[in-house]
């Protein structure tokens, strides 16, 4: 027996909002069916005793110690700017940008 009827598939196509020829539905009915039917094999593939992973390779994450190490100062970071106010770069207006 079929997993799902041409009367399923008609009822889904209202609640999709599609128009469906008579055609369409016999067609979609078989396709939603072997489609069905391959969900099935894989869920019972699926085995109890497999673990639920998001990913089979262990995954860890690779990063360096935060080290604090001295930088620039704001006046050393400044001074290759074209300009400079208030301790920032000073850069021109986009957009219109009232201030």
Same mark, same amino acid.
Not at 1 to 26: C, G, Q, T, W
């Given at each position: 027996?079929?997993?799902?009827?041409?009367?399923?598939?008609?009822?889904?196509?209202?609640?999709?909002?599609?128009?469906?020829?008579?055609?369409?539905?016999?067609?979609?009915?078989?396709?939603?069916?072997?489609?069905?039917?391959?969900?099935?094999?894989? +869920? @019972?593939?699926?085995?109890?005793? &497999? /673990?639920?992973?998001?990913?089979?390779?262990?995954?860890?994450?690779?990063?360096?110690?935060?080290?604090?190490?001295?930088?620039?100062?704001?006046?050393?970071?400044?001074?290759?700017?074209?300009? +400079? @106010?208030?301790?920032?770069?000073? &850069? /021109?207006?986009?957009?219109?940008?009232?201030?």
């Amino acid at each position: 027996m079929p997993a799902i009827s041409r009367d399923e598939v008609a009822h889904l196509a209202r609640l999709s909002r599609l128009a469906l020829s008579d055609s369409e539905l016999d067609q979609f009915a078989g396709q939603l069916d072997s489609i069905l039917n391959h969900v099935k094999t894989v +869920a @019972e593939v699926a085995a109890d005793d &497999v /673990p639920p992973t998001a990913n089979p390779n262990p995954v860890t994450n690779v990063t360096r110690p935060d080290v604090i190490v001295p930088s620039l100062t704001p006046e050393q970071a400044l001074s290759g700017a074209p300009a +400079a @106010e208030e301790g920032r770069f000073q &850069v /021109p207006q986009i957009l219109g940008e009232e201030q």
